[in-house]
């Protein structure tokens, strides 16, 4: 018998308690931690997509039910269950606006609907959204661990900035204070990769300044020139409306694309 049998359950990672799961090694009590481990915040998510709690409560049950057949299968998550259980809770959101269930989301739900690329998107749009969906990430990553667990908690997560605060040692006012200095550099980290992106040329490269400084303004793009060639270019004005509605973008991208990397600051407890 392993000595991981004989460590207590709190202890172990989500990885381990995987193992445990598809080795059929204490598979109730490993799934059990994980419900307790992850329940509240995948409901508090589900929460966001859902007009009344108990709407959000079946949302949660299912995407536990399908993260644990997954597993049972040899697939789903093989680190930490929590990225993967939100990108389900989004994934089963959107396969529920096909059928009865849908008066029961909220609006938010028809814009990640629409965001994963119709059948009516042509090659280039598909492309590009994918591109923007990968520099969002990316940039997203760049961050300081506690710069993404800030924007995590209070972007994605909802979470009231007193909780957050609690998690962090700091007053909620002053996670207002680094939650804006978080999406501030994620702002320039995302121009940075926007103007070195392949879809990007030297004009791109010129207007990153400007573009930034138009976000940061909350203004109107005033030179004549940069507002011909936002007109004329696909590329930054994606960039344009991404940076803008920055607080939307994360909600609809990140749940989805964290399940495909392995961020170390949600295992070193801020997301635990």
């Known amino acids: 018998m392993s000595a991981k049998h004989h460590t207590p359950l709190a202890e172990l990672t989500d990885s381990e308690l995987t193992d445990s799961v598809r080795n059929g090694e204490r598979v109730e009590a490993s799934l059990t931690e994980l419900y307790h481990r992850h329940w509240t915040a995948v409901r508090a998510f589900a929460r966001t997509c859902c007009r009344d709690a108990h709407t959000a409560e079946d949302l949660t049950s299912e995407a536990f039910a399908r993260t ?28 529920w606006t096909k059928t009865a269930r849908r008066s029961e989301l909220t609006h938010d739900i028809e814009g990640w609907s629409d965001h994963l690329a119709p059948p009516t998107d042509s090659g280039e749009q598909v492309a590009l959204r994918r591109e923007d969906d990968d520099l969002v990430v990316r940039s997203f990553r760049s961050l300081p661990a506690r710069w ?8 994605v997560e909802r979470e009231p900035a007193a909780l957050v605060g609690a998690r962090f040692g700091i007053s909620a006012s002053g996670v207002g204070s680094l939650a804006e200095r978080a999406r501030e550099a994620l702002r320039e980290a995302y121009l940075a990769a926007h103007a070195h992106s392949g879809q990007a040329d030297e004009e791109c490269r010129s207007y990153s300044g400007p573009l930034a400084a138009t976000v940061r303004r909350k203004g109107r793009l005033r030179n004549k020139r940069i507002q011909r060639h936002v007109a004329e270019c696909v ?20 749940p989805g694309g964290a399940a495909l990397w392995g961020a170390s600051w949600h295992e070193s407890g801020a997301m635990r």
Request: hydrophobic fraction near 45%.
């Open 68 to 95: 644990i057949d997954a597993v049972r299968r040899g697939r789903g998550p093989d680190a930490t269950w929590r990225p993967y259980l939100l990108s389900v809770v989004r994934r089963t959101a959107i396969d």
């Open 148 to 155: 993404q667990s800030v924007l995590w908690h209070t972007v």
């Open 235 to 254: 590329h930054c004005r994606r960039a344009l409306v991404a940076l803008t509605d920055l607080n939307a973008r994360l909600r609809v991208i990140l």
